[in-house]
Structure formats: structure tokens, C-alpha cells
């Protein structure tokens, strides 16, 4: 029998390629990997400003992260892309953990990065991470730093800061689409996870693009869409619930932990969507529940917690769970903290905490629901039905080029219209106010089409004329198809008259889309656009409601004329 020669020694943890390819393999995102770098740059640079860089390079995509923190000292650049490497406490009050986020983005992406780090008023220094190199090397040394400036190299990416550290991810394997996608892809998140960053002062850019506060309970000052939709209501008064653990020395301590719930102001999302269909706001079921926070930073979104039922019904409840570090371990923090799963007893503190509250949550945020719905109906009522349907179906329908207009020309145009009204000396001042109300009517409800009467001999039926966003159809009184078509049904016959406006809207429709067509058209284009455009006015929910309850309206009508 061979004696075995080897000899009884110690041996390093981790070596070779396996190694290497494991980490590579372990499943970080890109956004993840980029959030990781972030993290450096707020943890331990005490940054105020974050450049994230991203850009095609030749064999890839290329990532550059940049912050204006205090530096790096020359002897510990190469020692930062370490695993486990970090010069922070255990119980360290920010936002790191292990002291991976470093090393795993840039073994995790790409399999060559640079990072370049100066002191204040002093000279760049360099360390790199060359995977297809070190694991030549059985114990895998990461070099010692080199004096060298990122400038030469990535002047056009790169600014000549004071002080800071650049981390170059060249050529990321592991960004599966162009630059400007995975770019704008990552703006809402990035602006979502460190929001309580950006509104403390700290700016972060992406390409260029400073980034707002991304709020997704919309509370937050000046958060994203705050323009836009305006903000969430916020209820339920938490003081911070006190969770107890036990340190690394067995000794009982209490973390805190802070809850806000808010309903989103769905029906100011849902008028802002009709009228840019381009934009959607994201409020939907995948969307709806707790956003968790750890120490400021965002780790997980949209989730249940056990606490309640995700459904359809809900899409307008959001809610915020922040916790500290010392509580990592009940809440299950992974090594790249955008992972987590939460010890039962920490959803067992959770549900006793909110249980009643999350019932009155649910109530609200169906209540909503049923107060957006019952407006609806009503905006559905009477003669509004076909301008309503007409508005459902330009979702799905092609938008002329008379109505690609922005909200500012639109109240420019407004504006005009309102003030030749004013200077009209033909008008007398009742009929002025009436014609006021009627077009500041058109512009706020901005309906695609509305319908309206002229007397013109010898002219067409109808007209078109473009008013803002709305198309008027403008039928003529002098023609026999206002008396045949229209004067039979103007008091009742609700059915029909609501049918015959949709048949006009569709004919203006076709008409408007046929102009953008410079060459081309032809009859059969026409009657492709009409075709199209009476299926989906005939197929959409506010229609089928109509024809649905039409004899219930009908008899409403009736009933109104009776008493008139």
C-alpha cells in the first residue's frame, strides 16, 4: 500500500476558477450589482453626489460608478475587492453587511474591473481585478494599487473630482441589453431604493439624469410623480414597535421598527393615464403592499408579509416597513441585501402590530374603489356615454396628429381661444360666459371627440375642427341628415342617438387619420380606419355597460322628461 506523501497543513478557504466561477454563478442582477457599488459610495465614501455611468462598449456593456466621497487609502484599494473586507463595525448604523457588496458586483458582472480612488488633493491610485489572471494563482492575490488616473482612459466618463473612487465594470457579461435600456430600466429602481437618500440632499445621476425620489406610497415631498398625481393619503398612528433580539453576546436588546400605510390618490392615477397612455404609473396587484427598508435603504418591494390577500381591489394600498441593522438576522438578510425572508416571529410582531389597521386599510382602499366605480357610472350617465366610449377606445385606438399636442400648448391654445371669446364684439356678455363655459368644459373633461351643431347651407353634413386634444364633429342643421338623423332622437331614444354619435365619431376618426397619410391612401385605407375604429368603440367596457343598462337609462330619461 502507497503511503500518502501529502502533508498536514493548512489550506486557503476559497482557490481556483471553481471558486471564481461559483460567485459568478450565485445570481446577482445587474441592478443589484449596481445598487452594491451605490452602497459603497453611501456607506463608506460620505458621499453627496453618485454618478452611475452606463455605455456600450466594444465587447459589451460597459459601468462606471462614481462618487465624490473622502477616498480610499492607496494600501487598502486592493484589499476592498477582498471578500469580506470592511473597515465598519458589526453593528455598523448604515447600510452595509458582510462586506461582499464590492467584490460580488465586480466577480458577478464582468470578469475585468478597475478601481481608481484618490484622498482629497491627492493622486489617483488603481487596482484591478483580472478573474481569467488571478485564478492562475493559487492563492488569488489581488495586486497592490498602482498610481493611475481614470482620466486618460475614461475622460469621457469620468470627472476630475478632488477627491473620490471610480469602479469600472468593463465589458459586464451579464448585462443582457443595450446600454440605453438597461439605463433607463434601472432609474425608477435606483430612484426607489435610495429615496430617503436623495430627499435627505445626497444626488444620485444615471446617464447624466439627476434622479427624483421614486415614492411608491407618493408621501414623500417632491417625490416623482408628485407633479403629477399629487400625493397619498397617509393614516394609522405607529408609534416605532420595539423587537427584541439577542446580540452576539446572548444578551437581550430591543431594535425599533417604523410602519407608514397609505392609499394612493387612484383617481387623480387614473386621469393622468387617459390622458397620457404612453405613460402608466404602475398601480397594479404586482405593485401593491410593503416596501421594506433597512436603515433608509429599500430591500424589498411589493410584498405580502402574510399580513393580507393581494387582489385586484387593492391596487391603491402601499405600505413602508423600516427596520435597523441589529435586527438583520430576525428579518433574514442575505449577504447582497436586496434578499430577505423574515423570521415568523417578526411577522408574528407585524400582524399584531396591524392586524385591525390592515383591515381598515383594505376597507379604504375598496371603498376607493368603489367611489372611483361609482363615478365612473356617473360620468357614464346620459350625454356623455359615446364621448366616454370614444375616450376608453383612444387608448387602444392610433392618435391623430391634431391631437399630439403637450399639456402646455394645450392650455396655450386654451388661453387664446378664451381671450378671442372676450375680445368678440358680436357675442353679448351672457353668450360670452356661455361659450367660456363650454370650451374651458372641453379642455377639462378632454374628450377626443364632442359633438356640436352649426346651420350652413350648401355644405357637407359634417365638419371637423380640431379644439386642444378634442376633435369637434360638427354637424350641419341645414342638411336633411340632421332632420332625418338627429332632431328625431335629441329628447328621447337615448339608445339611438348615443349609437348615431358613435357612428359620427367613427366617420371623424377615419377621416382625421387619413390626413396624417401623405401618400398612399386610398377608400379601401378609409374603410379599414372606420372598420377599426367601430370595433373598438363597440368593444369596450363603458359600452358594454351602456348597451348592458340601456333600458334602465332609457327609463331614466323617460322619467326626467315626464317631469319636465
Known amino acids: 500500500m502507497t503511503a500518502n506523501k501529502e502533508k498536514l497543513e493548512p489550506v486557503s478557504l476559497a482557490t481556483g476558477w471553481r471558486f471564481v466561477e461559483s460567485v459568478r454563478e450565485s445570481g446577482i442582477t445587474a441592478i443589484e450589482a449596481v445598487q452594491e457599488l451605490i452602497d459603497n459610495s453611501l456607506d463608506h465614501g460620505n458621499s453627496n453626489n453618485v454618478y452611475v455611468t452606463i455605455y456600450d462598449d466594444s465587447d459589451g456593456v460597459t459601468i462606471i460608478e462614481q462618487d465624490d466621497g473622502k477616498g480610499i487609502l492607496p494600501e487598502r484599494i486592493n484589499r476592498s475587492l477582498r471578500f469580506g473586507e470592511t473597515t465598519v463595525p458589526e453593528m455598523h448604523p448604515g447600510i452595509s453587511k458582510f462586506g461582499f457588496g464590492l467584490s460580488l458586483a465586480t466577480t458577478g458582472m464582468t470578469r475585468y474591473s478597475e478601481i481608481f480612488s484618490k484622498e482629497p488633493d491627492k493622486d489617483w491610485w488603481c487596482a484591478t481585478l483580472d478573474l481569467d489572471e488571478i485564478t492562475k ?15 486618460p482612459a475614461y475622460n469621457k466618463y469620468v470627472r476630475d473630482l478632488k477627491s473620490g473612487t471610480v469602479v469600472v465594470l468593463k465589458n459586464c457579461d451579464k448585462v443582457h441589453m ?117 436603515n433608509g435603504r429599500e430591500i424589498a418591494s411589493a410584498r405580502s408579509l402574510d399580513l393580507f390577500t393581494k387582489h385586484n381591489q387593492l391596487n391603491c394600498f402601499r405600505g413602508e416597513i423600516e427596520f435597523s441593522t441589529e435586527l438583520d438576522t430576525l428579518f433574514g438578510v442575505q449577504f447582497n441585501k436586496s434578499r430577505f425572508d423574515p423570521n415568523p416571529k417578526v411577522k408574528e410582531l407585524l400582524n399584531k402590530a396591524l392586524g385591525t389597521v390592515i383591515g381598515g386599510t383594505i376597507y379604504r382602499a375598496l371603498k376607493r374603489r368603489g367611489d372611483l366605480h361609482t363615478n365612473e357610472k356617473h360620468r357614464m350617465d346620459k350625454d356623455d356615454i359615446a364621448e366616454n366610449v370614444a375616450l376608453e377606445a383612444s387608448k387602444m385606438l392610433r392618435k391623430p396628429e391634431s391631437a399630439k399636442i403637450s399639456d402646455k400648448e394645450a392650455e396655450a391654445e386654451e388661453k387664446r381661444i378664451l381671450a378671442d371669446i372676450d375680445k368678440a364684439t358680436e357675442l353679448t356678455p351672457e353668450q ?106 363597440l368593444t369596450t367596457d363603458g359600452f358594454e355597460e351602456f348597451f348592458k343598462n340601456r333600458d334602465e337609462l332609457q327609463e331614466e330619461e323617460d322619467d326626467e322628461g315626464d317631469k319636465q
Open 178 to 294: 443595450p446600454a440605453k435600456q438597461f439605463a433607463n430600466k434601472i432609474k425608477k429602481e435606483i430612484g426607489r431604493t435610495y429615496r430617503k437618500f436623495i430627499a435627505s440632499g445626497i444626488s444620485i445621476y444615471v446617464n447624466g439624469e439627476k434622479l427624483l425620489p421614486m415614492d411608491p406610497l407618493m408621501l414623500m415631498k417632491d417625490h416623482y410623480y408628485a407633479a403629477k398625481v399629487g400625493y397619498g393619503q397617509a393614516f394609522g398612528e405607529f408609534d416605532s414597535i420595539e423587537v427584541p433580539y439577542k446580540d452576539k453576546n446572548g444578551e437581550e436588546r430591543k431594535g425599533l421598527v417604523r410602519i407608514k400605510l397609505s392609499i394612493l390618490p387612484l383617481e387623480k392615477i387614473r386621469d393622468y393615464e387617459e390622458y397620457n397612455p404612453d405613460e402608466k404609473l404602475g398601480i397594479n396587484m404586482r405593485k401593491q403592499g410593503f416596501y421594506i427598508m433597512r
Open 432 to 537: 360670452k360666459m356661455n361659450k367660456k363655459a363650454q370650451i374651458k368644459e372641453i379642455f377639462e373633461k378632454r374628450f377626443p371627440f364632442v359633438l356640436e351643431f352649426e346651420s350652413y347651407q350648401d355644405a357637407p353634413f359634417y365638419r371637423t375642427e380640431p379644439l386642444g386634444r378634442t376633435t369637434r364633429v360638427i354637424v350641419n342643421m341645414d342638411h336633411p341628415f340632421y332632420k332625418y338623423y338627429i332632431e328625431p332622437f335629441k329628447t328621447k331614444h337615448f339608445y339611438e342617438r348615443t349609437l348615431i354619435k358613435l357612428f359620427l365619431f367613427m366617420l371623424a376618426k377615419g377621416e382625421l387619420l387619413a390626413k396624417d397619410i401623405e401618400k398612399g391612401f386610398n377608400h379601401d385605407s378609409l374603410r379599414i380606419e372606420w372598420s377599426v375604429a367601430l370595433n373598438v368603440f
Open 137 to 151: 494563482d493559487e492563492n488569488m492575490l489581488i495586486q497592490p494599487a498602482k498610481k493611475k488616473s481614470p482620466i
